[in-house]
């Protein structure tokens, strides 16, 4: 094994880290859904792309698509399971309406993914055209998981606020597109280098704003719990001064 494969894997082994972090960053997110019963603002898309982009580069990872990609394939398909186990979460929290919007679109998935699995391993021959194919279609998915958080990240504009757009989760994409642009880089690996290179700086862009309205943000949820203690005072005082009912 050259010094080049050594570094390689052991990048490798760091971007399994790395993105092991990401994919579980959501847990806090998740944590609150479940206390209130309710996924409120937050948006599946995220979770959505998680999925098609995981499956996807597991079946890029394979050994009769890419050769000598074994850590592709395990941290995502690792992340495949983590991000089923999200959305089946988000549906059981979800409204009528929306969660049969995520139904269909994961079924959506589901079926893409079959039919690329199906064309590239029956019509196609060659490892070089078959790591083309499906490599071509991760880079188109790997931006859409990045780029996923941009509908949040437009709500954080809006509102000044970045209560719905998870720290953790821009932080880890930053890591993770770091390291991963790195591995392709060391054995340079186009289809693994253009989404991560393009991932990384779209994680800058979250960080960013998440560094500018976060002072924002806690000042209207101090604003909003303030009123909240307002409001039940009132409600509290009021019952306190109602004349209670004579007993017959």
Partial sequence: MTTADIARTVVGIIGNIIS????LSPVPTFIEIWKKRSVEQFSPIPYLAMVVNCMVWTLYGLPMVHPHSILVVTINGSGSGVALIFIALFLIYS????RLKVILWLLLELLFIAALTFVTLTQV???KKRSEIVGTVCILFNIMMYASPLSVMKLVIKTK???Y???YISLA???NGVAWTTYALIRFDPFITIPNGLGTLLAVAQLLLYATYYKSTQRQIAARNATKEVNLSH????????PS???H
Avoid: C, I, Y
């Fill in 173 to 175: 994409s930053f890591g």
């Fill in 20 to 23: 092991g972090a990401l994919f």
């Fill in 161 to 163: 606020s970045v209560e």
């Fill in 235 to 242: 409600v509290m005082v009021g019952n306190a001064t109602q």
């Fill in 125 to 127: 021959h060659t490892f």
């Fill in 245 to 247: 009912k004579p007993n």
């Fill in 95 to 98: 409204d009528g309406k929306k």
């Fill in 165 to 167: 757009m998870p720290f």
